[in-house]
Structure formats: structure tokens, C-alpha cells
């Protein structure tokens, strides 16, 4: 939309506070903040689900897999031979054997429920998810035979264990004896600390060496399932189908989306949700542009008249108000971006304040799985936003600007 010099000197007119007219720039004022508050609302709230999402595929999938391939029984005896299979199906980018058994853990009395995972060492040293939330100790410390485990923080918490503390580990699965099963307990010293960032994963998790975990569960040489990472997680079933077909009786393939369906789901809906709950904050600025719009047309109608008398056209004036509603609609949204991002940068110390404020806990480990509030803004995203509050702009302007185009200047200027 191309503006003459008088067009957009008319524009920048209307658009700064008249003397008298205080009342239509205050209304402009309102409807500015709407906008604003609108796209900082659906910027921050769609970045933080994005940031949900990411998080928690990233520590999941980073340290379950893409896929498991587990027995039925919950052991897999010739695992040496499915685990050479997965690694040739085409797609897999890595596999590798683990145990994993809910036990109870020990320590000065205190007891948690605990999810040991027994895994190769060499798995452990290089899985990323673990090595780089190390808080303290060092992974090197885990060692076959050597009774070294890392626990997760919250873990540690929980049973007041730090590194060098021996925690016993009991699976009541023990041996048979004329007296009746006897559970198996063995100490081991905490050799490092973790915190996934996953609450659940950080409370609950053991990891220890392979060979460690086949003797505490008393599974001999069998494994408990086979962790595979595909080169696409979205196509892991499909990629992973002729192994699934090959190891059925045997074993069975689940996918993470299969593992993980109802978070993720729920994840996807909420997203849904939220910006359709959001947009009609942008839908009352839309009605605020236009209430203000009217009101400026009002008092404008005689100067409308005049520029129409000396040769203005209707598609000028068109253009005029068009652009005012649509200028209001781009700078809200350009301050609503700058507000969306301030938030999202400063987003933990302003949560900690509003926590201090208030004094009550808003972000609960326990209820909301993460540590810390995530975020992750998504380009294509902040762009629908933009373009949502720029078109709900323009469509609130056009009756307003074809009102102010249909002046009739003889109408008007009879009685002046």
C-alpha cells in the first residue's frame, strides 16, 4: 500500500495526541497495550510449551532411546544376537543392551523406591543426557566390581546420601531358602551425583555397571532390553518394523511415542489450547482499534469532507485509516514481541520473584517434571503469531476507513 506525502503526513497527524482530543489517543493508547499484551501472551505461553516439549523428548528419549526392544518375560536370553540385528537394520544409528528393575534403596534408614539401570560402561561414560548433569563425583568412579553407582539428586535428597555414602541396594527377588525367599542386599558407595532435569528420572534412578546389575537381580547373562536410536524419531516404528517382525515371539519393539503417548499427547493438546484461548486477547484488541477507529472518524468528519472537497479520493482516505489501524496493530505487535522475549529471557529470576512475592512454590519439580521453567521459541510460530496480530489489525480498520471513505462532504459541510 503506497502513501502519497500528504497521505502520510494526514496519518502522522492523526495518529499524535490533539489538544481536545485526548480521549481517541488514550482509546489508541488502550488498544496498542492489547495488541502487545496479546502477542507477549501467545509468544510466551507457546515458547514455554515448545520448551516443555523439547525438554522432556530430549531427557527422555536421550536416555531411554528411540525404541526398546524388551522380552516378554522381561528378560532377553539371546540378546547378543538381537542386539547384532538392530544394529544392521537400516536407520539405526546406535543400540545397546541394559537392566532396568524397580528395587528399594537403603541408606541410614531412610527407604525409596529406586529404578536400577545396569549399562555398559562404556554407555554410561558417553551418554550425553548423563555425562553433562554430573553435579558431583565422576562417572569414571563406576567401574565393573567396583561398587560405585550414581544416583540421581533428588535421590540423594531424599535418602541424605552424598558421595562416598554407602547405599544398600534390596531386591526382594532374593534367593529360596527352607525359610522362604530372602531378599538380596548389597551396599554400594556413591561414586557421582546427577540431575537430569526430569523429576521423576532424578528421584528415582540408579545406574551401575552391567555386569553390577546382572548380579544384584541374579539374571545371569540375560539383559532386561536392547535401547535403540533411530536417525528419525518420528518414523522409529516404521523405521524399526522389520526388527520388530523378526524378534516377534521373542520380544517386542515399543516406540518412545508408544512409551510416552499420553504426556505427549496431552502436550500437544494443551498447545492447541492455549492459543486459541490466547488469540481472543488479540481478538479484543482487534475490537478496541475498532471502537477507536469510529471515534476518530466522528471527530474527523469535518476535515474528511474538506480533504474530499478539494479532490481527495475515496481510496485516499481508505488508505489513511487503514494504515492508522494497521499502524497501531504492527507497533503493538512489534512491543508485544519485545515484552515476549524479555520475559522469556529473564524467565526464571522473574518466576523466583513472583515466589518471594507470594511466597508459595509455583514451580513444584514433583508436579511439573522439569527443574526449571523451559523455552524454546519457534520461528514459524512467532511468525503466525505476527501475522495474526497484523490481519486481525487490518480487518478491524476496514469498516472504520469505509465509513470514513463514504463521507458525503455535502452532508456535512450544509450547515457549516
Known amino acids: ?28 493508547i488502550f488498544s496498542f497495550i492489547a495488541v502487545m499484551l496479546g502477542v507477549a501472551a501467545l509468544v510466551i505461553v507457546m515458547s514455554v510449551m515448545n520448551g516443555f516439549r523439547a525438554e522432556l523428548f530430549d531427557k527422555i528419549v536421550g536416555l531411554n532411546g528411540h525404541a526398546v526392544v524388551q522380552g516378554y518375560d ?37 527407604v525409596e523406591a529406586v529404578l536400577v539401570r545396569g549399562m555398559e560402561v562404556a554407555d554410561i561414560r558417553s551418554n550425553a543426557v548423563l555425562g553433562d548433569k554430573v553435579l558431583a563425583g565422576d562417572l569414571d568412579m563406576i567401574t565393573p566390581g567396583g561398587g560405585q553407582i550414581a544416583i540421581g539428586s533428588q535421590l540423594a535428597q531424599n535418602l541424605g546420601a552424598q558421595i562416598g555414602s554407602t547405599v544398600t541396594i534390596i531386591n526382594p527377588a532374593g534367593r529360596s531358602t527352607p525359610f522362604g525367599t530372602v531378599p538380596r542386599e548389597i551396599g554400594y558407595t556413591v561414586g ?12 528415582a534412578y540408579v545406574v551401575m555397571p552391567m555386569s553390577d546389575a546382572q548380579l544384584l537381580m541374579l539374571s545371569g547373562d540375560s539383559v532386561g532390553m536392547i535401547e535403540v536410536k533411530t536417525d528419525d524419531p518420528d518414523r ?3 523405521i524399526l518394523q522389520p526388527l520388530a517382525q523378526s524378534v516377534a515371539g521373542r520380544a517386542v519393539v515399543t516406540s518412545w511415542q508408544q512409551m510416552n503417548a499420553s504426556l505427549f499427547e496431552a502436550l500437544a493438546v494443551d498447545r492447541v489450547v492455549s492459543f486459541v484461548v490466547l488469540s481472543i486477547i488479540m481478538l479484543v484488541a482487534a475490537f ?7 471515534m476518530l472518524v466522528r471527530t474527523r468528519t469535518r476535515d474528511i469532507a474538506i480533504l474530499r472537497t478539494i479532490g481527495a479520493e475515496r481510496s485516499s482516505v481508505l488508505r489513511i485509516f487503514l494504515t492508522i489501524g494497521t499502524t497501531i496493530g504492527v507497533l503493538g505487535m512489534l512491543a508485544g514481541l519485545a515484552l515476549g522475549f524479555l ?8 518466576v523466583a520473584g513472583i515466589q518471594w512475592l507470594t511466597g508459595r512454590n ?5 508436579i511439573r517434571f522439569l527443574t526449571e521453567l523451559p523455552s524454546k521459541p519457534d520461528p514459524v510460530e512467532i511468525m503466525l503469531i505476527c501475522g495474526l496480530a497484523v490481519l486481525f489489525s487490518f480487518l478491524a480498520a476496514l469498516y472504520p476507513a469505509f465509513k470514513a471513505a463514504n463521507t458525503d462532504p455535502v452532508q456535512v459541510l450544509r450547515y457549516e
Open 74 to 110: 522381561g528378560r532377553l536370553n539371546d540378546w547378543r544376537a538381537v542386539l547384532e540385528q538392530a544394529r544392521a537394520t537400516p536407520g539405526v544409528t546406535s543400540a545397546r543392551p541394559l537392566i532396568e528393575q524397580p528395587l528399594l534403596a537403603n541408606h541410614m534408614g531412610r
Open 1 to 28: 500500500m503506497l502513501l502519497s506525502a500528504h497521505e502520510r503526513l494526514i496519518i502522522k497527524r492523526y495518529l499524535l495526541p490533539v489538544k481536545g482530543e485526548g480521549f481517541i489517543f488514550v482509546a489508541a
Open 236 to 238: 522409529a516404528a516404521e
Open 343 to 350: 520475559f522469556l529471557f529473564f524467565r526464571q529470576p522473574i
Open 192 to 203: 557421582a551425583i546427577f540431575e537430569i532435569g526430569v523429576f521423576e528420572f532424578d528421584k
Open 288 to 294: 478496541n482499534i475498532v471502537s477507536s477507529l469510529i
Open 362 to 366: 509455583l514451580w513444584d519439580p514433583s
